[in-house]
């Protein structure tokens, strides 16, 4: 933001208030973020980085991602940001608990919702 806010033009304003949570993002803005983290997920990729938040995978980040990750941050809600770089951990999780499960023979089952059993009609 401008030196008081006083040389800070209304695009910046937004910017600022969309990445703060003021103020909702528009689609195109919504897209400016996802595609800002596709960038960012893309070069944790390249470094074979899962979890940019903590320890050797965050020194790695911040040295190799940098340009990335201000953009990610500059372009998203922070709150979005930190979401992201969370869920990017927990899907990694997941994904290796799933191959861990299958691996041992784990059986999938399908999971029904009210109104899916047997003998029940939907709505």
Known sequence: MGLFGLFTSE???????????????????????????????QCLDRHNVIDSLNGEGKKIADKQCAQENKAFEQNCASAWVTYFKRYRV????????????EKEGANKVAIEGPGDAPGSTKA
């Open 11 to 41: 695009d910046d304003k937004r910017k600022e208030e969309v990445r703060t949570g003021a103020r909702a993002p528009d689609r195109t803005e919504r897209k400016q973020c996802w595609d800002a983290r596709d960038n960012f997920y």
């Open 90 to 101: 927990a899907d990694h999780q997941k994904k290796k608990t799933l191959e861990r499960l």
